[in-house]
């Protein structure tokens, strides 16, 4: 049986409540991790980082951990705290992001930064990366530590090399994918691989495992990138155009950059290199992506690696598990928020 | 032979550039290990670190390092990464302290964030924070993993309780103890007692040089505090009154409002309090410190604890490198700069 035709067909069917039930109570056994290590006798600590955690946070990455780790057969528990510790790694760089846009918003509510402010948020983002830190040492695996180590040092590099083009509005298609997989598909990738080293897999195992993590990691940020000129802010949980707001050169765009006449290579230039927006630029922006097509065709590129994650799945036995990866990588492009 | 008198005598004649020289080509291997590290193909990354690395870094703490794992017996290579680990946590906290504290200067230079801006020190930060964790993966030893994971957590949790009591004119001296030792002691604790793990020494030779890191850090932060409000900026090669202008709270302050009278009261409520400052405010604030000898009171207090520190060696066995531990010791409190 091939995993693929069987995961794409349940995808339509599926939700990601669905998903989750398969390992709810591992789930929940995860959120009391996190809540356990949020502790401080800072007060501010917990406070701010469940502002962050419970603020429609998915827990679609330790999802990730949890259902690689039964897929390559684990049994015990120490899937449990990893999959705490990805999701302390991912409410981190979150944290950490938000202070480097200077985002006013998350997933609908007000920043962390906007309410504690800039300091708060670096800082409480370094508890929450030392507590990672922690917990990933107290599971005392050495090639745990090595995947997540090195996972950690390419989630950063893809940060600074994001930063350093922002604005650049001739960003190719390779540069950005470069950054998305350095930036998001990484973690995705640790997060699946870290089940294989729970049961000592052999390396076939690990690199399907990785390969799905990437390839789903990427589907899920190319449809938000495309959901964010398409979608409505209740549907997606923030505000549509944020990327544009604040500058992020995202796919749609960048196709559309390819593809421009003069007028539109203007107005990308103006809008996106040097930051001048004026009121009317996102609903234009809108209009030349619409004309382009090149929302479809980010979709299009969401649907492939969404196809490739769950082909990548054909190393593991079939179960249950498995054809929930399957599940949420078809939810990685299909979802409408 | 007891470590503390002799360590006392030769403080006074030695210098740092003598304590180095003993360990010069072990420093230099260092520095090789922290500039490899610090390679990337985003060109931001060293060019920024190596601002802050070169930048007058007097590398104290590997030297604590190297110094440490010698005075425990250690005969290998191990320490010389570990050094570099313990160099780039420092940075990293550096680099995001300066933009916790919006700082435009450090050491005389301007500060990184100055240049860069937050952003680019935020996440250069997080860079060198996850270059520490593979280095020290690398290194491969779960105690030592162990050391530098908890070190790691109590130091973001004294930054977060400095951030939340900023401005608290009341901060009690024990108050402000406990800051210091979460936020600059215990990275000297670890670093010293790094040695002590790389030769698997007894628990009391652990505890001697946890207990010596813990003295000598807080010797050196005292100090610090001292200088900001006695030395001349081109001495201490940062602008003298840097703590005050920012709104710090540190000793020589704290001390002198527990013995204030009323109009001193509403000074410091203002200047630190509520960071309403005019010019000529600190000159007004060395004035009154000046009369209440907090300053010296604060040295005294280092002096303290460079002696607990150079007691806290006898646990070791006679050798250069302890000696030198020693003299390091009395360099933190009797320092100029």
């Known amino acids: 049986m091939n995993a693929a035709?069987?995961?794409?067909?349940r995808a339509d069917q599926s939700s990601l409540a669905a998903v989750k039930?398969?390992?709810a109570e591992d789930l929940a056994r995860v959120d009391r991790t996190i809540n356990a290590n949020l502790a401080s006798s800072v007060a501010l600590i917990p406070e701010l980082a469940r502002h962050v955690t419970d603020a429609g946070g998915k827990r679609i990455r330790p999802l990730v951990t949890l259902l690689g780790a039964r897929a390559a057969g684990y049994q015990g528990n120490r899937h449990i705290g990893l999959a705490a510790v990805i999701e302390f790694i991912h409410t981190?760089?979150?944290?950490?992001?938000?202070?480097?846009?200077n985002s006013l918003e998350r997933r609908g509510l007000k920043s962390a930064n906007a309410i504690w402010g800039n300091a708060a948020s670096v800082?409480?983002?370094?508890?929450?990366?030392s507590q990672a830190f922690r917990l990933m040492v107290a599971d005392g695996s050495l090639p745990v530590l090595r995947l997540l180590s090195n996972a950690a040092a390419v989630i950063v590099q893809g940060e600074v090399l994001q930063l350093v083009t922002t604005g650049k509005t001739t960003t190719t298609?390779?540069?950005?994918?470069e950054v998305v997989r350095a930036k998001t598909a990484q973690l995705f990738a640790a997060a699946a691989a870290v089940g294989g080293h729970l049961v000592e897999?052999?390396?076939?195992?690990?690199?399907?495992l990785d390969r799905y993590g990437d390839q789903v990691g990427t589907a899920f940020q190319l449809t938000d990138d495309a959901l964010d000129y398409l979608g409505e802010s209740h549907e997606t949980g923030k505000p549509t155009g944020g990327d544009f707001r604040?500058?992020?050169?995202?796919?749609?765009v960048i196709i559309a950059y390819a593809q421009a006449d003069q007028r539109e290579r203007d107005f990308w230039d103006r809008t996106l290199g040097k930051g001048q927006q004026a009121p009317g630029d996102f609903a234009e922006a809108c209009r030349i992506i619409r004309c382009r097509g090149t929302v479809a065709l980010t979709q299009e590129r969401a649907v492939v690696c969404s196809d490739n994650a769950i082909a990548a799945l054909d190393v593991l036995?079939?179960?249950?598990s498995r054809d929930a990866l399957a599940d949420l990588a078809g939810l990685a492009c299909s979802r409408k928020q």
Chains 1, 2 share one sequence.
């Open 5 to 9: 035709s069987g995961g794409e067909r």
């Open 92 to 101: 981190a760089t979150l944290l950490h992001d938000d202070v480097v846009d």
């Open 123 to 129: 800082l409480v983002g370094d508890f929450l990366f």
């Open 173 to 177: 298609e390779d540069e950005y994918l």
């Open 21 to 23: 039930a398969l390992v």
């Open 246 to 252: 604040e500058g992020r050169l995202t796919l749609p």
């Open 201 to 208: 897999c052999g390396p076939d195992v690990l690199a399907g």
């Open 317 to 320: 036995p079939p179960s249950p």
